[in-house]
């Protein structure tokens, strides 16, 4: 039977946010190159597309901004390198990749393990436990103070700006006083203790960013972009993971006896429910694609998480399965603008679902006390209790 009911796809609207997948399938099928008038934004919804527009950063610009709200015809010259566009993006890429390492990285596991342990040990069996306030969120922001060579004593009150830093308000949304406030303090925060490290520098993360080309006010953004970046997508990740997984107890259960299948199941995860599903852009120049032109100077959104569940590209994609062969997936982004906390988001998730499995095999998530979060650029479980 033909549906009728008219297209209409909003990312801020909380319906289409709890249940987006059958609007992003009909865009794919219907209006690849999507456009919403009254919101003044096109979407592109399947996979080659939204790859192909991730990897052209000469049409699709991210010096506008990235975020629905926030695209504009201005250039908003940060030095956030995820807001910039080569040959400016190159050069902060560069000069982060020599400080953010792979050694750097994985010097965390044995770190990640202990604070995994020591917060899934507060769950006891049969009680509930808030899996993203007491587990997903925690993990990442006690590990970013860690890799910010945040002092000891400064670790908790830091974490709990962090945190500050993504409350959202009702009806005002997650740019609100009360998170700008909390940006506000971090932002002093890093550059008082990168002065510090510029005086007395050491083997830490910041050490090494006064040490580079950057100016102070790079290092900072950069700071800023890590404890922004990686820390909610994470939590969210590990929500899904504990929704997903209650879902599919038959491969929870597999994934208990082998633990060897939890890098793929992460995988599979990023595909099926991408904590980051839309990329904003704006357009260069004008593109025509499926005989759509999108005129210079439009936002672009492009839909990752649709991109996931593409058929064209993966065979049953709404079927969720830890043993799926994945060969790419555009979750963490493509191109220049790759996430560059792949590999501590890899690592922090293997290890978290490790832990979790380790510490209680099964799970009950209760619906009807968790609370989703809605927010323009990332998609999960503010709370979600379990049993
Ligand atoms: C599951 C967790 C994560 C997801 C789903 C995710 C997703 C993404 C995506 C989709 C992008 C590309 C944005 C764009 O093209 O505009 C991105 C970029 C980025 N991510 Fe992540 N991310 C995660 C974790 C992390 C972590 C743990 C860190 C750092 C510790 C991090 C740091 C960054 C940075 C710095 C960029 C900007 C890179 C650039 O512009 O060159 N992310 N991430």
């Known amino acids: 039977m033909p549906t009728t009911t008219p297209l209409a796809y909003d990312p801020m609207d909380v319906a289409i946010d709890v249940a987006p997948y059958e609007t992003w399938r009909r865009m794919r099928d219907e209006a690849p190159v999507y456009h919403h008038e009254r919101l003044g934004f096109y979407a592109l919804s399947r996979y080659a597309d939204v790859s192909a527009a991730l990897r052209d950063t000469a049409t699709y610009s991210s010096a506008h901004g990235n975020v629905l709200e926030f695209l504009s015809e201005r250039e908003l010259e940060s030095g956030m390198m995820i807001l910039t566009d080569p040959p400016a993006h190159t050069r902060l890429r560069s000069q982060v990749a020599r400080v953010f390492t792979v050694r750097r990285i994985s010097a965390l596991e044995p770190e990640i393990r202990r604070i995994c342990d020591e917060l899934l040990e507060r769950w006891t069996p049969g009680e509930n436990f808030d899996l993203v306030q007491d587990f997903g969120a925690l993990l990442p922001a006690i590990v970013m103070t860690s890799l910010l060579g945040v002092p000891d004593e400064d670790r908790e009150p830091v974490r709990r700006t962090i945190d500050t830093m993504f409350h959202v308000l009702p009806d005002v949304g997650m740019f609100n006083d009360v998170s700008g406030a909390a940006m506000g303090e971090l932002e002093r925060y890093l550059d008082d203790l990168l002065t510090r490290r510029a005086a007395d520098p050491g083997d830490d993360l910041l050490s090494g960013l006064v040490q580079s080309e950057l100016s102070r006010r790079e290092c900072v953004e950069f700071a800023m972009l890590l404890a922004t970046a990686g820390t909610e997508t994470v939590g969210r990740l590990l929500g899904w993971a504990t929704v997903v997984l209650d879902q599919h107890p038959d491969q929870r259960a597999a994934l208990a006896a082998d633990p060897a299948l939890i890098p793929g199941a992460v995988e599979e995860l990023l595909r ?70 792949a590999a501590l988001a890899r690592l922090e998730s293997r290890i978290g679902l490790e832990s979790m499995l380790a510490h209680h095999p099964t799970w009950v998530v209760d619906h009807e006390r968790s609370v989703r979060a809605h927010t323009s650029t990332v998609r999960g479980w503010e709370h979600l209790f379990v049993r």
């Open 272 to 341: 099926f429910e991408g904590p980051s599903p839309v990329q904003g852009r704006w357009t260069t120049r004008p593109v025509t694609l499926h005989g759509v032109t999108i005129p210079a100077g439009s936002k672009v959104l492009l839909l990752t998480s649709s991109a996931g569940r593409d058929e064209r590209k993966y065979a049953d994609p709404d079927r969720f399965d830890v043993r799926r062969d994945i060969d790419h997936h555009v979750s963490f982004g493509y191109g220049v603008h790759f996430c560059l906390g």
